[in-house]
């Protein structure tokens, strides 16, 4: 029932930000008990949780990425952000959003994620 949808510019020059949107639908982003993740595959390689906000507005993120890294919402469009800041070729990945339903009920599960969106980091 839940659908997340990124979207953003595919393609980013190093030093830039890039900055990407997940709507979604079909559940507030603002329930109780419910976090709203930012995940990313670069090519070749595994998943790579990068951070999250919460119902309750609050972010946290990967100690590898937290320099660089801002998560916010937009709870009256029901979208949360991200941006990652001084972009280089090693941040060429395709991100996903995905969703923690039992937010501080137990172990994080992202069960539900979007399709995700190639992003290409190149000058």
């Known amino acids: 029932q839940v659908h997340l949808q990124e979207s953003g510019p595919g393609l980013v020059k190093p030093s830039q930000t890039l900055s990407l949107t997940c709507t979604v639908s079909g559940q507030p982003i603002t329930a109780t008990h419910y976090a709203w993740n930012w995940i990313r595959q670069p090519p070749g390689k595994g998943l790579e949780w990068m951070g999250v906000i919460s119902y309750a507005g609050r972010s946290y993120y990967s100690p590898s990425l937290k320099s660089r890294t801002s998560i916010s919402r937009d709870t009256s469009k029901n979208q949360f952000s991200l941006q990652l800041n001084s972009v280089t070729p090693e941040d060429t990945a395709v991100y996903y959003c995905?969703?923690?339903?039992?937010?501080?009920?137990?172990?994080?599960?992202?069960?539900?994620w979007g399709e995700g969106t190639q992003v290409t980091v190149s000058s």
């Open positions: 995905a969703i923690d339903g039992k937010y501080e009920l137990g172990p994080y599960e992202f069960e539900e």
